[in-house]
């Protein structure tokens, strides 16, 4: 599961989230990718999101949160 800002500087340059979303694709891999427009890549934006990505990775795992 990825979170990604549409607003990052290093989005078209350095992070490429479109090619981890092919890969996973090509090979079957379950992936999740939510493009948020217009927000700040900090505290602020990684805080909306971060109980989702807890909850994600724990039900991977078999566990509750």
Known sequence: MIDQD???KFLTE??????FEAA??????TFTLRRH?????GYFFISTFI?????HHAAR???NI
Request: one cysteine or more; glycine letters at 10%.
């Open 6 to 8: 549409l607003a990052d």
């Open 14 to 19: 350095q992070l490429h989230p479109e090619i």
């Open 24 to 29: 996973c694709n090509s090979t079957g891999q």
């Open 37 to 41: 427009a217009g927000d700040d890549p």
């Open 51 to 55: 109980e989702d990505h807890l909850r």
């Open 61 to 63: 795992r078999g566990t």
